[in-house]
């Protein structure tokens, strides 16, 4: 179990530990261990989520995602969720580049996960869901103006969602279908120029199962 501990407490630090606020996001990381701990312990309700999504690049630089994410974590009242999770993004390219061919690249976020749910569990409800923490991007990748980076990314992902529940007696399993939002904030690089912050917009369905 204390391997477990610390091996959560490194996923939390990684995930949160950007080029800036390091002091800051160290000490909200070493929280949200403290946080999750009791329910890996056995003493809270553990919940996991498995989702895909489809997310379109939109704005002036795009880029496209498909994406796999497991989340695992802790139901701490009926209404709030808190967990961790890791993603792989096939990134797409959105324009079609005649002079060289881009393959397909990856990208993987690392997130802590804050979801809110409205609705009684055994019936049709509402979830709202946010992720915050680090995507990591392994290749430089082509936009539609410039290069994604290969860098540590800022991942900010907003999910608005409806939850059917699917099993009457064990309504906490449940498919879940909603409309997510994803920021980036990444090291770019244009076709002219070099720029040191910019951000990436992409829009997309989601669909996920809930146990």
Do not use: C
């Not at 070099?194 to 997309?204: E, L, P, S, Y």
């Amino acid at each position: 179990m204390r391997q477990l501990r610390q091996l959560l407490l490194a996923l939390l630090v990684s995930l949160t530990f950007t080029g800036v606020a390091k002091a800051q996001y160290y000490e909200m990381a070493s929280h949200m261990t403290d946080m999750l701990w009791p329910a890996l312990s056995g003493n809270a309700n553990y919940k996991g989520y498995v989702e895909a999504s489809y997310l379109k690049g939109i704005g002036e630089d795009r880029v496209d995602f498909v994406d796999i994410s497991t989340t695992q974590g802790v139901k701490f009242a009926k209404w709030f969720y808190l967990g961790v999770g890791a993603a792989v993004d096939v990134m797409l390219p959105s324009v079609d580049y005649s002079h060289h061919k881009y393959d397909a690249s990856i990208m993987v976020p690392l997130y802590a996960d804050f979801r809110f749910s409205v609705g009684n569990p055994s019936k049709v409800g509402a979830n709202l869901d946010i992720r915050f923490g680090t995507a990591f991007v392994f290749d430089e990748f082509p936009t539609t103006n410039g290069y994604l980076l290969e860098d540590e990314n800022l991942y900010i992902r907003p999910t608005l969602s409806v939850r059917f529940p699917i099993n009457k007696n064990n309504p906490k399993q449940a498919i879940n279908v909603g409309v997510s939002y994803q920021l980036l904030l990444n090291e770019w690089e244009s076709h002219y120029y070099f720029d040191d912050a910019k951000a990436f917009h992409n829009v997309g369905a989601t669909i996920g199962f809930e146990w």
